[in-house]
């Protein structure tokens, strides 16, 4: 994971991404989201995270407004982007680093817990792109919150199934980060189908799971007759 999030990094830093900048990001839920997220923070950078089936005038308005310097996307997307905005493809196939790939501590970008670390878009009231900016410092209060009081660790397995753009996403993909859990990473579009969440719970023993209250009604009917259902934490909000 660092090898390719490394690599990553040292692409945005040869785009001349500077502490600061606003970074898009437009991928399919895969490991590339949270490489991007993490390569963007090792550099200083702010992410942006736009879904991927944003209409084409939504997401140059949110690329407007953000100032977005760059964006990191699949390939699939890019016509939906502004065509002067620079883009950058994550790094296909594996690395191995230790077969000669050099891997440097990330820069000291001079980053603190009152930086942004994130710009999400929401419609509001208006159906206009409107931003809510996220410090560095709210990740890890939350963070730190949840670990505490429901006791999560290494040995936890968290799944990542909710859309990027929402803030469910953040302790799905930070809160094993944090404490050296593992992510479970559901298939795009596998958060509209509790049938599949469930059987996925129970493939890969995923331990805790976020949920916004529809999909637990949901989660929990089709769950309730499993026997020996590994979930242990089912955390509410929204």
């Not at 699949?74 to 502004?82: A, G, K, M, S």
């Not at 050099?102 to 817990?113: H, R």
């Not at 159906?127 to 949840?146: C, D, E, F, R, S």
């Amino acid at each position: 994971f660092y090898a390719r999030t490394w690599r990553l990094a040292a692409l945005l830093l040869d785009a001349g991404v500077k502490p600061g900048d606003r970074v898009a990001l437009m991928l399919e839920r895969s490991p590339r989201i949270v490489e991007s997220m993490v390569a963007t923070l090792m550099v200083g950078g702010v992410y942006v995270p736009m879904e991927t089936d944003l209409p084409a005038q939504r997401a140059a308005e949110v690329v407007r407004i953000s100032e977005a310097v760059c964006a990191i996307i699949d390939p699939e997307v890019r016509e939906i982007l502004p065509a002067s905005l620079p883009v950058i493809f994550p790094p296909d196939g594996a690395i191995n680093p230790d077969k000669g790939v050099d891997l440097p501590q990330p820069p000291d970008v001079g980053i603190g817990p009152q930086s942004l670390a994130y710009v999400l878009f929401t419609s509001g009231s208006t159906g206009k792109p409107k931003a809510a900016q996220i410090k560095h410092t709210g990740i890890v209060n939350l963070i730190q919150w949840l670990c505490r009081d429901y006791q999560l660790t290494h040995r936890d397995s968290a799944m990542f199934k909710t859309p990027y753009g929402h803030d469910v996403s953040v302790p799905e993909i930070y809160q094993p980060l944090m404490t050296g859990g593992r992510i479970v990473i559901a298939e795009p579009d596998g958060h509209r189908d509790p049938d599949y969440l469930v059987q996925l719970t129970v493939d890969q023993q995923v331990t805790v799971s976020y949920f916004v209250p529809t999909m637990l009604r949901e989660f929990v009917r089709v769950s309730d007759s499993i026997a020996d259902f590994p979930l242990e934490h089912a955390i509410v909000a929204g």
